[in-house]
Nanobody, 126 residues
Framework: QVQLVEAGGGLVQAGGSLGLSCTASGRIFNSYSMGWFRQAPGKEREFVAAVTWLGGRTYYADSVKGRFTISRDNAKNTLYLQMDSLKPEDTAVYYC???????????????????WGQGTQVTVAS
């Protein structure tokens, strides 16, 4: 049983940076993939980035590629999302999630994920 808790959201100016973390109360197994999703007001939840727990292979949405970096600290059972060059359109509630299948090819699909955090608000002012 995995419980995920996000932290680090806040208000930043466009062009600024913000780091998010997601700590798991249960063990994240090597076969898992971990991902970040976001949901803006009036929009559907969308994929942001994913990483395999063992190998650290990453996959990014085109909208954040080159600006966001996903990483994990296996010893701390923690997932991170470093967000740079933030834009107003990045404003959303950000969720971390765990995919037991570990298939990075399906990481873009929110329905691949079994566990979800409660979300943390990121607001980017223009």
């Amino acid at each position: 049983q995995v419980q995920l808790v996000e932290a680090g959201g806040g208000l930043v100016q466009a062009g600024g940076s913000l780091g998010l973390s997601c700590t798991a109360s249960g063990r994240i197994f090597n076969s898992y993939s971990m991902g970040w999703f976001r949901q803006a007001p009036g929009k559907e939840r969308e994929f942001v980035a994913a990483v395999t727990w063992l190998g650290g292979r990453t996959y990014y949405a085109d909208s954040v590629k080159g600006r966001f970096t996903i990483s994990r600290d296996n010893a701390k059972n923690t997932l991170y999302l470093q967000m740079d060059s933030l834009k107003p359109e990045d404003t959303a509630v950000y969720y971390c999630a765990a995919d037991q299948s570990g298939r990075l090819s399906s990481a873009w699909n929110q329905y691949s994920y079994s566990y979800w955090g409660q979300g943390t608000q990121v607001t980017v002012a223009s």
